[in-house]
């Protein structure tokens, strides 16, 4: 039986692994044979101090539950990482990769493996005694770092990630335990704004960033939250008239990959409310419910070579998307709030926005909640051009 550090046993050992695929000796138990859809199974694979299989890909990827002893993983051409009791290791379809026990250690996982109409696993050559013996002189076989994070701070990361394993805290742990500490722990602890909303921001403001991988890494975290796929999709496409469709076309694919992912299917049911008739006047209703008056002020002041802008703003920006159904106005107001502070060098938009958001029941406790929880993300310059807006326009 295996057991694990305690003695407590988990699972038999099953059969020998095939010696043409492990260089030692290895033991596989099925844990969960291949499914009736045919999509996946689960094993429970023991490996003796020393063993490690071939080189290998999977074509539709693996994951890795690391239940006891030490063991390595590597991906071809990258630096190998050591594993350990809890370590969690998500394979991408088509790496090719190796993993084993380290010398002096027995190693156990359970893997669960996708499987396609290629197969499960495509077998390459063996992994050399000096390829291991690389390995095993290089890496440091006590565990990385610990990044000593709060229990709050811990909490609200693996509510929004639970099966994120970040890279960073074994090459960067000092950063991770700060920045961590101080994204997930004091600034979620100020203002009174819900995970679901502070969400929808943060996504917002990555966009206006242009951080793609961090908008990915969000946008997941914001749909774990309870943020619709229809909420997702009209963040991303309300970006797309205060940042520009050449800076939101990449989010718009990444939100497609991510959705598709998760087995949404697409295009989501339409959410537009307007029609070329109509667009121009119905925009004109949501800005004057916005931000009253002053919009007749703007079209009366407009020089007449640009009056056509006054009447894009009105028909486009907020015709064709304020009007959109799938978030509420006082969201709207608060997303493009986000996005104008993250974009840095516009505070005149700022100001105005602000007096929007006052105008349709967001006060200034909520809008300073939400460059709190953006600080982060875009940094303190900016952060402080934002109190200052909102301090001028709102002050106390």
């Not at 704004?193 to 793609?212: F, G, K, N, P």
């Not at 050449?246 to 989501?268: C, S, W, Y």
Request: charged share 20%; hydrophobic share 35%; with cysteine.
């Amino acid at each position: 039986m295996e057991t694990t550090e305690n003695g407590n046993a988990i699972f038999p050992k099953g059969e020998k692994a095939p010696a043409d695929y492990f260089t030692g000796t290895a033991w596989v138990k099925i844990l969960v044979p291949q499914d009736e859809t045919g999509t996946y199974s689960i094993g429970d694979v023991v490996f003796e101090p020393g063993c490690r299989n071939n080189w290998h890909t999977h074509p539709a990827g693996q994951i890795l539950l690391v239940t006891a002893g030490k063991g390595y993983y590597q991906e071809k051409g990258k630096p190998a990482r050591l594993l350990t009791q809890g370590d969690v290791v998500v394979i991408p379809s088509g790496i090719v990769h190796w993993h084993g026990a380290t010398r002096d250690s027995g190693f156990t996982h359970i893997a669960i493996t996708n499987i396609t109409k290629d197969g499960a696993v495509k077998w390459l050559e063996r992994v050399t005694d000096e390829e291991y013996d690389r390995v095993h002189q290089t890496m440091d076989d006590d565990p990385p770092p610990e990044v000593k994070l709060t229990e709050t701070a811990i909490h609200n990361h693996k509510m929004l990630f639970p099966h994120d394993v970040s890279k960073l805290k074994e090459t960067d742990p000092e950063l991770i335990e700060v920045f961590d500490n101080f994204a997930y722990d004091e600034v979620v602890s100020y203002g009174n704004l819900d995970t679901r909303t502070r969400m929808i921001v943060i996504v917002a403001s990555t966009i206006a960033c242009q951080a793609l991988s961090e908008f990915t890494f969000m946008a997941n975290g914001a749909l774990n939250a309870g943020v619709t796929p229809v909420e997702l999709k009209e963040i991303v496409y309300q970006a797309v008239p205060y940042v520009g469709i050449a800076k939101v076309l990449d989010f718009i694919h990444a939100t497609n990959e991510i959705l598709q992912r998760r087995g949404v299917a697409l295009p989501l049911d339409g959410q537009t409310t307007t029609s070329r008739e109509n667009r121009q006047e119905k925009g004109l209703l949501v800005q004057r419910s916005i931000f009253g008056d002053r919009i007749d002020k703007m079209y009366q002041e407009a020089p007449k070579d640009q009056l056509h802008i006054q009447q894009y703003l009105s028909a486009n920006c907020f015709g064709d998307y304020i009007t959109r159904k799938g978030l509420d106005l006082k969201t709207r107001e608060l997303i493009t709030y986000a996005m104008l502070i993250s974009l840095g060098g516009v505070e005149a938009q700022v100001q105005g926005h602000i007096r929007g958001n006052v105008n349709v029941g967001n006060d200034k406790a909520t809008l300073l909640g939400v460059t709190t929880q953006l600080l982060p993300y875009i940094g303190y310059p900016r952060t402080l051009n934002a109190l200052q807006c909102l301090n001028e326009v709102i002050p106390d």
